[in-house]
């Protein structure tokens, strides 16, 4: 799976959007990058995934740059409860290469 | 809906004592499920994959006869920590995916601590 970096923290304002970005120069063709959350000692949660196209559902939204090389996640109105680890994983979809490799993530910090 | 549950919660146990976690998908039938394993401070590592009735794949270092993992129906995955010691505590969370799609929903995860 191709390798994901992101900055090891970020801050946000309570109501503020809170912008995520992640690079992933050498995603392939056929990766999808996905988005997960995981609260302090609680199972990572699914935000969202994508392939080329923008995607939004009522979680977040995600941008995908023309090139595939770097992705931003938007919460649009950022919440205490938000505060997490946020890892950007890329990941073929399906079929034998199916394994979700986590890097250490974003630490969002929304504060009030 | 795509709703995993674990059970225990959390668990202490002695020195070369077995324990059995059990991970279960709620509402809907999941081929394939993941055991991850992470240690304070640090990221989910991929323990082992396994599919229903067939035998689990596990990832190197990670020693199958110590961890076994049974995966007997579409709903429910097994993972036993045999003779367990110290060094094997830790927050063991697993997941479970619904089919070609890859979005793997996670459970709440099981702390086991090993006195």
């Known amino acids: 799976d191709a390798k994901t970096t992101q900055p090891p923290s970020m801050d946000c304002a309570e109501g503020r959007a809170a912008n995520l970005p992640c690079n992933h120069s050498t995603i392939s063709g056929n990766e999808y990058v996905y988005w997960y959350r995981q609260i302090h000692s609680q199972g990572p949660q699914y935000i969202i995934h994508?392939?080329?196209n923008n995607e939004t559902n009522e979680m977040a939204s995600l941008i995908i740059t023309e090139d595939r090389k770097s992705s931003t996640l938007i919460l649009p109105h950022a919440t205490l409860r938000d505060t997490a680890v946020y890892y950007c994983i890329v990941s073929y979809r399906g079929g034998s290469n199916y394994k979700l490799t986590f890097g250490k993530g974003t630490l969002l910090t929304v504060n009030p | 809906g795509a709703v995993v549950s674990q059970h225990p919660s959390r668990v202490i146990c002695k020195s070369g004592t077995s324990v059995k976690i059990e991970c279960r998908s709620l509402?809907?039938?999941?081929?394939?499920m993941f055991w991850y394993r992470q240690f304070p401070k640090q990221s989910l590592m991929l323990m082992a994959t396994?599919?229903?009735?067939?035998?689990?794949?596990?990832e190197q270092g990670v020693e199958k006869d110590k961890f076994l993992i049974n995966h007997a129906s579409l709903t429910l995955s097994t993972l036993t920590v045999t003779s367990a010691h110290p060094e094997d505590s830790s927050f063991y969370i697993c997941s479970a995916g619904a089919g070609t799609g890859n979005e793997q929903f996670f459970g709440p995860g099981t702390r086991l601590t090993v006195l």
């Open positions: 994508g392939l080329k």
């Open positions: 509402d809907f039938q999941a081929t394939t």
């Open positions: 396994s599919n229903e009735g067939s035998k689990a794949t596990y």
